[in-house]
């Protein structure tokens, strides 16, 4: 959502860092240029005059013109802003109050309520350990109550029975009687949206809230509304008053005007954003993340936790004890590529590394793609079990029916088998080393590997990445790539250097 913002920002910062001195003149300039950047991004105008005035203020002050490196000292200072913009600190869900806490979900048709209100109750279900009843007040709009049913069959979560003919207060009503009588911590309330903001609505609203007395009610509101969505936050606070924001289809290619200016125009925190269509595509707002990523920082902080919630970690512990035996084989390969896509696949995984975005169009360019890791898990698919165990007896024969059977050439099957063996090299000659365990030395590695992670990539900075270098990664995965960090797919991406599963030049 952030890209274009990205992008326009990231040009008019690398003049500044390229200067080595800065006037207020071209401070002014650069403002300027801000200004029009966060106008086209569909930021409301007052937050954008508001955010460039402060910038400016700060950013011509003496400090600044005579630091040693004014160009960042500028940037960190529109990262500071941004984040203060966006509301300095994280705000999760609430839970804070007497059992069962409800939750009420208000927003439009098709902003993505019922959905939301599914991936709500999952994330509380699986890393909270709470016990959630979801209840669909939605009795309008066909199929909406079995809707939710059948996402709470697929979560694991329980669903008020449906009981036809009940009005949305009633079901309130019995919701909040089923939940005192079940035990339940959480009740999500998922009401009933329009196509527009009208009377019947906010009188609906008002008493479902006066008789579920709710602890949070969440406003989902679609990103790719721009400025509507921020029109609507303070029309159903003004009516209902919502305690936060769960901003929805964060992951499409909306302008993020929206959630710049939610915050600054109705002070009320955005609380989640959902990534993708998938249950478990909804992350916690970090205003300090989203500002890393809009300035093409990096957000290697969520990477480690999305890393951490979807790794299975005893699989972990396995891996790491055989490879620190020196063993790896291709059914090793093949899971790690599998956890690879559980955290976001190359995209996932480029989107968050410091400096990637400004990168992008080469990137794009080399075809380095999600693809090649189905690609690269059907080859290993279509080998025997003794073949993945031991890929020594992988004979020209055997390749070629390999590479028929999942659909690919035979140099495909050599390129695979050659960054196996690359990374077999690497994972035992990392088993030999002592002291500090393998994983230590990974994040170490990348630690190093990243400008030292350990204090946050310099504003502004980036890896030091060739475009010459991509297409040549790309030549050597067969038209896609690999990733960086991702384990098995050896080369070297100039810049990050020293990523778990990317080996340094051997010496």
Do not use: C
């Amino acid at each position: 959502m952030f890209n274009n913002l990205s992008e326009r920002l990231s040009g008019i910062f690398d003049k500044l860092t390229r200067r080595g001195a800065l006037t207020e003149a071209d401070v002014n300039d650069a403002m300027r240029e801000v200004r029009r950047a966060l106008i086209e991004a569909d930021v409301a105008l007052d937050v954008v005059r508001s955010f460039t005035d402060k910038v400016r203020s700060r950013a011509i002050g003496a400090d600044v013109i005579r630091s040693v490196t004014p160009g960042q000292m500028v940037v960190k200072i529109v990262h500071d802003q941004l984040v203060e913009m966006l509301g300095a600190e994280a705000e999760p869900i609430d839970l804070n109050a007497p059992a069962p806490v409800a939750i009420m979900m208000v927003g439009l048709q098709g902003s993505g309520k019922t959905t939301s209100t599914a991936k709500i109750a999952r994330r509380l279900t699986q890393q909270q350990k709470r016990k959630v009843l979801m209840a669909s007040l939605d009795v309008r709009r066909p199929a909406a109550q079995e809707q939710l049913r059948v996402l709470g069959e697929q979560n694991g979560i329980d669903t008020l029975p449906i009981v036809a003919g009940q009005s949305p207060t009633e079901i309130a009503t019995r919701t909040l009687q089923a939940a005192r009588l079940g035990g339940y911590d959480v009740v999500i309330l998922d009401t009933a949206g329009r196509t527009h903001i009208d009377e019947p609505l906010m009188v609906e609203m008002a008493d479902i809230k006066a008789i579920a007395r709710p602890h949070e009610i969440l406003l989902v509101a679609d990103s790719l509304t721009g400025q509507d969505a921020v029109n609507l936050a303070r029309s159903f606070d003004e009516r209902v008053g919502i305690t936060g924001i769960v901003l929805t289809r964060a992951d499409g290619d909306g302008r993020g005007g929206a959630a710049l200016s939610m915050r600054a125009v109705t002070g009320k925190p955005i609380k989640l954003i959902g990534t993708g269509e998938k249950a478990e595509d909804l992350e916690d707002f970090h205003p300090g993340r989203i500002a890393n990523r809009i300035l093409g920082m990096g957000d290697i902080v969520s990477l480690v936790e999305k890393a951490a919630q979807n790794i299975d970690m005893e699989e972990a512990a396995k891996a790491a004890e055989k490879m620190r035996k020196g063993i790896f084989d291709l059914d090793d390969l093949a899971n790690q590529l599998r956890q690879m896509e559980k955290i976001g696949g190359m995209s996932g995984m480029l989107g968050m590394l410091p400096g990637v975005g400004k990168i992008k169009k080469q990137i794009e360019g080399a075809n380095l793609d999600d693809s090649v890791i189905k690609r690269q898990v059907a080859i290993i698919s279509s080998m025997t079990k003794a073949e993945r165990r031991n890929p020594d007896v992988l004979k020209a024969s055997r390749k070629k029916r390999i590479a028929a059977g999942s659909g690919v050439k035979v140099e495909d099957v050599n390129r695979l088998l050659k960054m196996h063996r690359q990374m077999a090299d690497m994972m035992k000659a990392m088993g030999k080393q002592k002291g500090g365990g393998m994983l230590g030395k990974m994040m170490g590695a990348l630690g190093g590997g990243m400008g030292g992670m350990g204090g946050g990539m310099p504003p502004g900075g980036m890896p030091n990445i060739d475009p010459a270098q991509l297409e040549k990664l790309a030549k050597q995965m067969g038209g896609g790539a690999g990733l960086p960090g991702l384990p098995g797919l050896g080369g070297k991406l100039p810049g990050l250097g020293g990523f778990p599963g990317l080996p340094g030049k051997k010496k």
